[in-house]
């Protein structure tokens, strides 16, 4: 099985930066999908950004522009670069890895999320 672990929310005022981490460990056969989703409580799970194997990107269009991700594929490791951070980017933060088939799906692998707080 695949796991993921995440580290890098954290605490920062609005304009601010923040790096987040992501490390896949495990059966790495069909991993060819991470990304970053958000949660905010009573809101549904929104994707952030996505990136295959290859380099391809994805991003939700609330982030363009701010949000960079990025990936080491020889370290199973994806990075999510958050620049001009607003308090509505506020929200517990999920690295997830999968096959293009399960990606954002309960059959993919989650992390237990980071929480990401931007203050005004």
């Known amino acids: 099985q695949v796991q993921v672990v995440e580290s890098g929310g954290g605490l920062v005022q609005a304009g601010g930066s923040l790096r987040l981490s992501c490390a896949a460990s495990g059966s790495m056969f069909s991993i060819t999908v991470m990304g970053w989703y958000r949660q905010v409580p009573g809101r549904q799970r929104e994707l952030v950004a996505t990136i295959t194997r290859g380099g391809g990107t994805n991003y939700a269009d609330s982030v363009k522009g701010r949000f960079t991700i990025s990936r080491d594929n020889a370290k199973n490791t994806v990075y999510l670069q958050m620049n001009s951070l607003k308090p509505e980017d506020t929200a517990v933060y999920y690295c997830?890895?999968?096959?293009?088939?399960?990606?954002?799906?309960?059959?993919?692998?989650w992390g237990q999320g980071t929480q990401v707080t931007v203050s005004s």
């Open positions: 997830n890895a999968g096959s293009p088939f399960t990606s954002g799906t309960p059959g993919s692998a």
